[in-house]
């Protein structure tokens, strides 16, 4: 298809326009296209085109040892490479049978929900980014990930590639140092949240462009297999922490916000209840962590060769399912590596959520669902 | 009233803005590069190769057991073994890299190199201002870029340095320990021997020409592998 | 969450709600004790209705879906077989002679789902269906007209293993491109040689 046929610029009423929008546009988050057919402004047939970034993550965790392929985990959800290394890592440890010490659990709980806030704070400033608000919001939301970078750099070594988990643990043990402060940051998270909230949460122009748009529907979700904020914001109770309970999970009380429009605004509030959740469990998790071993001698990071047969592990990542399902024949190599990625899962129904939609709020549709193209394409 | 979630909103900037005056939490940028945040200790970039001594082609610890190339990842590490051997820290004869590369281009700083290395050989570096106009050779790093000695490595991570060295230390004292038994006992059984029948006083000199000299009794290679 | 009655139990279910569909157990030898169902590829469909559909199981949501490639393979194995020999002397004997017999087990492709129940909050139940074979026959029935999540993943498996999933609304290539041929994330993918760089190397 030649440009020309792709944009028909002098489109009349009641006469088809095909867009094609991205790979490179601001709004996509990456390298995402999207083809557009429009009537007007409405939008009457979406197709989403990805595979710009594809490098497929999973034929090189195939070749390489188990051990090798948790770095690799850090660069799917770039912005969460913490919880991708617990769903990779808690799939190995479903498949070879590995204890995980009870300090290293919360310490996994710890920086998970870290992560959940970072990540909902960036997609926030994200979104309001796409709507127009630019830059304020999130150079707000920035601010406060930087923190929390800075700590996961002080822990891990890195800001962004933790490759801090490990299958039976963690990498290394964290001192009393950092555990006071990331209890002295979460102190002043909740005032973050609420400035954040104040900043735009009752602002006209954000309910108006936000209520009642990509609004998606409680059975097709369901159907659709969408995870995450995205699935509770239309009102679905399913967060894998509570039902898996996965790690110490279950020793912490929180609650697990739910929409009931499944509109862009809901999901954006979503969000920010997340982020608070997210500050209570932290809080727990700081008074219960008690000292102990963060990984049992006798696991064998190099050369692990699991007993021939499968796994599938899955955590509640910020975006949603991050599921990871290996199948080992025995040898050093996994035989078959499976990422279940909950973004690009969540895009199947971004056509059904943009039909009848301005082209305009397609945008701020896809803004909300929370993608990483790193994830998308693997 | 229309309007008021604006205002609402207008009053955060306005915080944020004045805040920044006076509170530390809310102005976090620095001037790059007149001004830096100080790297955390644990904070890692690309790996370089430790030496002991002054010489860092003679120091090296690496003894080309090729474990990180066949650990790494993204297969960056090139390890060429030498043909002969040295003496490491102990005393034992130890092959050395005659080629150890890392093509930094491709690495992808995830330290699994260092965790597996059983001889305390590679560390991370934190340096991280690399940018070369050379696109296919600039950052293939070999041996002589790779080498940085001990001291920077104490330098740059004490907490890590301190621990590893101690440990050193300790499997000197023990292989040096070891070797003195080794060598008492040799004497001893020699002793005996000529005391003993003296017949076989040829073969204990042959046992007691083996133990004695520059090659202590086998140190078992060290696994503290670092999880 | 309630109890999701063992891989048995359940195929006993299935055979007794769908007519006609043939269900094996494929266990799972590994600690995570995951076992899997193997479903006729006729009946597939069908039974995909009944988990999603059944009161007390309500498998409404299908979270995974995987594609395997399973080489051809061969195995040799030593046989003892008695052989009627003659003797140095003339005379008939009976010896054992140990025989290699190779046996060649044909490939397939397979298409794995999980399942889960977001209503009842269990799971997994693990599906499998498998191709007749790898080379030319690569067809399974697509599962996407029961659970929507499967749409690009049927599309994944069929761009990066060739499994081709019949009644698929929108069967095309997503994440290589178009004139793309070859199927990637099979085991026995040869990858191009590397000739478009070697100019700029020099
Ligand atoms: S693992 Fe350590 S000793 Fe072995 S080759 Fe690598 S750097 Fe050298
Ligand atoms: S840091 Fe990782 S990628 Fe880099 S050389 Fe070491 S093992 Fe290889």
Same mark, same amino acid.
């Given at each position: 298809?030649?440009?020309?046929?792709?944009?028909?610029?002098?489109?009349?009423?009641?006469?088809?326009?095909?867009?094609?929008?991205?790979?490179?546009?601001?709004?996509?988050?990456?390298?995402?296209?999207?083809?557009?057919?429009?009537?007007?402004?409405?939008?009457?047939?979406?197709?989403?085109?990805?595979?710009?970034?594809?490098?497929?993550?999973?034929?090189?965790?195939?070749?390489?040892?188990?051990?090798?392929?948790?770095?690799?985990?850090?660069?799917?959800?770039?912005?969460?490479?913490?919880?991708?290394?617990?769903?990779?890592?808690?799939?190995?440890?479903?498949?070879?049978?590995?204890?995980?010490?009870?300090?290293?659990?919360?310490?996994?709980?710890?920086?998970?929900?870290?992560?959940?806030?970072?990540?909902?704070?960036?997609?926030?400033?994200?979104?309001?980014?796409?709507?127009?608000?630019? /830059?304020?919001?999130?150079?707000?939301?920035?601010?406060?990930?930087?923190?929390?970078?800075?700590?996961?750099?002080?822990?891990?070594?890195?800001?962004?590639?933790?490759?801090?988990?490990?299958?039976?643990?963690?990498?290394?043990?964290?001192?009393?140092?950092?555990?006071?402060?990331?209890?002295?940051?979460?102190?002043?998270?909740?005032?973050?949240? =609420?400035?954040?909230?104040?900043?735009?949460?009752?602002?006209?122009?954000?309910?108006?462009?936000?209520?009642?748009?990509?609004?998606?529907?409680?059975?097709?979700?369901?159907?659709?297999?969408?995870?995450?904020?995205?699935?509770? @914001?239309?009102?679905?109770?399913?967060?894998?922490?509570?039902?898996?309970?996965?790690?110490?999970?279950?020793?912490?009380?929180?609650?697990?916000?739910?929409?009931?429009? /499944?509109?862009?605004?809901?999901?954006?509030?979503?969000?920010?209840?997340?982020?608070?959740?997210?500050?209570?469990?932290?809080?727990?998790?700081?008074?219960?962590?008690?000292?102990?071993?963060?990984?049992?001698?006798?696991?064998?990071?190099?050369?692990?060769?699991?007993?021939?047969?499968?796994?599938?592990?899955?955590?509640?990542?910020?975006?949603?399912?991050?599921?990871?399902?290996?199948?080992?024949?025995?040898?050093?190599?996994?035989?078959?590596?499976?990422?279940?990625? $909950?973004?690009?899962?969540?895009?199947?129904?971004?056509?059904?959520?943009?039909?009848?939609?301005?082209?305009?709020?397609?945008?701020?549709?896809?803004?909300?669902? =929370?993608?990483?193209?790193?994830?998308?394409?693997? | 009233?229309?309007?008021?979630?604006?205002?609402?909103?207008? *009053?955060?900037?306005?915080?944020?803005?004045?805040?920044?005056?006076?509170?530390?939490?809310?102005?976090?940028?620095?001037?790059?590069?007149?001004?830096?945040?100080?790297?955390?200790?644990?904070?890692?970039?690309?790996?370089?190769?430790?030496?002991?001594?002054?010489?860092?082609?003679?120091?090296?610890?690496?003894?080309?057991?090729?474990?990180?190339?066949?650990?790494?990842?993204?297969?960056?590490?090139?390890?060429?073994?030498?043909?002969?051997?040295?003496?490491?820290?102990?005393?034992?004869?130890?092959?050395?890299?005659?080629?150890?590369?890392? =093509?930094?281009?491709?690495?992808?700083?995830?330290?699994?190199?260092?965790?597996?290395?059983?001889?305390?050989?590679?560390?991370?570096?934190?340096?991280?201002?690399?940018?070369?106009?050379?696109?296919?050779?600039?950052?293939?790093?070999?041996?002589?870029?790779?080498?940085?000695?001990?001291?920077?490595?104490?330098?740059?991570?004490?907490?890590?340095?301190?621990?590893?060295?101690?440990?050193?230390?300790?499997?000197?004292?023990?292989?040096?320990?070891?070797?003195?038994?080794?060598?008492?006992?040799?004497?001893?059984?020699?002793?005996? @021997?000529?005391?003993?029948?003296?017949?076989?006083?040829?073969?204990?000199?042959?046992?007691?020409?083996?133990?004695?000299?520059?090659?202590?009794?086998?140190?078992?290679?060290?696994?503290?592998?670092?999880? | 969450?309630?109890?999701?009655?063992?891989?048995?139990?359940?195929?006993?279910?299935?055979?007794?709600?769908?007519?006609?569909?043939?269900?094996?157990?494929?266990?799972?030898?590994?600690?995570?004790?995951?076992?899997?169902?193997?479903?006729?590829?006729?009946?597939?469909?069908?039974?995909?209705?009944?988990?999603?559909?059944?009161?007390?199981?309500?498998?409404?949501?299908?979270?995974?879906?995987? %594609?395997?490639?399973?080489? =051809?393979?061969?195995?040799?194995?030593?046989?003892?077989?008695?052989?009627?020999?003659? /003797?140095?002397?003339?005379?008939?004997?009976?010896?054992?002679?140990?025989?290699?017999?190779?046996?060649?087990?044909?490939?397939?492709?397979?298409?794995?789902?999980?399942?889960?129940?977001?209503?009842?909050?269990?799971?997994?139940?693990? *599906?499998?269906?498998?191709?007749?074979?790898?080379?030319?026959?690569?067809?399974?029935?697509?599962?996407?007209?029961?659970?929507?999540?499967?749409?690009?993943?049927?599309?994944?498996?069929?761009?990066?293993?060739?499994?081709?999933?019949? %009644?698929? $609304?929108?069967?095309?290539?997503?994440?290589?491109?178009?004139?793309?041929?070859?199927?990637?994330?099979?085991?026995?993918?040869?990858?191009?040689?590397?000739?478009?760089?070697? /100019?700029?190397?020099?």
């Amino acid at each position: 298809m030649s440009v020309d046929e792709m944009v028909t610029l002098e489109a009349g009423p009641g006469e088809i326009m095909e867009v094609s929008m991205g790979p490179h546009h601001p709004s996509t988050h990456g390298v995402f296209r999207m083809d557009v057919r429009l009537e007007g402004e409405r939008v009457v047939r979406l197709k989403p085109v990805f595979g710009y970034l594809h490098r497929n993550h999973e034929k090189i965790a195939e070749h390489g040892a188990y051990l090798s392929a948790i770095p690799y985990t850090d660069r799917l959800d770039y912005l969460c490479s913490m919880t991708n290394n617990w769903g990779y890592v808690l799939a190995v440890e479903k498949l070879a049978g590995i204890p995980v010490p009870e300090r290293a659990e919360y310490i996994r709980v710890i920086v998970a929900e870290l992560t959940r806030f970072q990540n909902h704070a960036g997609l926030v400033g994200f979104l309001l980014q796409d709507m127009g608000a630019s /830059g304020t919001p999130l150079m707000y939301a920035f601010r406060e990930r930087e923190k929390i970078l800075d700590l996961f750099e002080s822990l891990s070594g890195a800001r962004m590639m933790c490759n801090y988990m490990r299958f039976g643990g963690v990498r290394v043990d964290c001192s009393a140092e950092w555990l006071e402060e990331v209890r002295q940051l979460i102190g002043r998270l909740p005032r973050f949240v =609420d400035e954040f909230e104040a900043l735009l949460r009752a602002n006209e122009i954000l309910m108006a462009r936000t209520q009642g748009v990509g609004v998606l529907p409680r059975e097709l979700a369901i159907n659709a297999g969408v995870t995450g904020p995205m699935l509770r @914001a239309s009102g679905v109770n399913y967060d894998i922490r509570k039902v898996d309970k996965y790690g110490v999970y279950d020793r912490f009380e929180f609650q697990v916000p739910l929409g009931d429009h /499944g509109d862009v605004y809901d999901r954006y509030m979503m969000r920010i209840l997340e982020m608070r959740e997210s500050v209570k469990i932290l809080e727990q998790a700081l008074r219960d962590i008690s000292d102990g071993p963060i990984m049992d001698p006798k696991t064998r990071l190099r050369g692990l060769r699991p007993k021939a047969g499968e796994a599938y592990g899955r955590i509640e990542s910020p975006k949603g399912e991050l599921g990871f399902f290996l199948v080992s024949d025995g040898t050093m190599n996994p035989y078959r590596y499976r990422v279940r990625p $909950p973004s690009m899962i969540n895009l199947t129904i971004l056509e059904d959520m943009c039909l009848g939609q301005n082209v305009a709020d397609v945008v701020i549709t896809l803004g909300s669902v =929370d993608i990483v193209l790193g994830e998308v394409d693997r | 009233m229309l309007g008021e979630g604006i205002i609402q909103g207008l *009053l955060e900037t306005a915080r944020n803005f004045f805040g920044s005056y006076v509170e530390k939490d809310r102005l976090v940028t620095v001037q790059y590069p007149e001004q830096r945040h100080p790297l955390p200790e644990a904070s890692r970039n690309f790996p370089f190769l430790l030496y002991d001594g002054s010489e860092p082609e003679a120091g090296l610890r690496c003894v080309a057991c090729q474990i990180c190339e066949k650990e790494c990842p993204p297969r960056c590490i090139h390890i060429e073994k030498s043909k002969d051997k040295k003496p490491d820290f102990v005393g034992k004869q130890q092959f050395y890299p005659a080629v150890f590369n890392i =093509d930094v281009s491709v690495c992808m700083s995830c330290q699994i190199c260092v965790e597996v290395c059983p001889f305390d050989a590679i560390r991370m570096d934190k340096v991280f201002e690399l940018s070369t106009s050379n696109r296919f050779g600039g950052l293939l790093w070999t041996k002589r870029e790779l080498a940085k000695s001990n001291e920077y490595y104490q330098k740059i991570h004490p907490t890590e340095a301190a621990e590893c060295d101690d440990r050193r230390e300790k499997e000197l004292a023990e292989a040096q320990a070891k070797a003195a038994a080794a060598a008492t006992a040799k004497a001893a059984q020699a002793a005996a @021997a000529t005391a003993g029948a003296g017949t076989s006083a040829a073969s204990a000199n042959g046992a007691s020409g083996n133990g004695a000299g520059a090659k202590p009794a086998e140190v078992p290679a060290k696994t503290t592998v670092t999880p | 969450m309630s109890p999701l009655p063992a891989v048995e139990e359940l195929k006993a279910l299935i055979e007794a709600g769908v007519t006609g569909a043939a269900v094996a157990v494929v266990p799972n030898s590994s600690p995570s004790g995951q076992h899997s169902l193997l479903l006729d590829r006729e009946h597939a469909r069908a039974v995909a209705e009944f988990l999603r559909d059944h009161a007390e199981l309500r498998l409404d949501y299908c979270s995974l879906v995987t %594609g395997v490639d399973w080489l =051809d393979r061969e195995t040799t194995e030593k046989i003892k077989v008695k052989k009627v020999v003659e /003797g140095p002397d003339g005379s008939q004997q009976e010896t054992e002679v140990e025989e290699t017999r190779k046996t060649k087990t044909p490939g397939y492709l397979e298409a794995v789902y999980h399942l889960f129940s977001m209503e009842k909050k269990h799971g997994p139940v693990i *599906l499998r269906l498998r191709t007749a074979n790898r080379a030319d026959d690569g067809h399974v029935p697509s599962l996407t007209p029961v659970w929507r999540s499967a749409e690009f993943q049927e599309r994944e498996a069929f761009d990066l293993y060739g499994i081709v999933f019949d %009644g698929h $609304p929108d069967l095309r290539r997503i994440l290589m491109w178009d004139g793309f041929v070859d199927y990637p994330m099979r085991k026995d993918y040869v990858p191009p040689a590397d000739d478009a760089l070697a /100019g700029v190397h020099a």
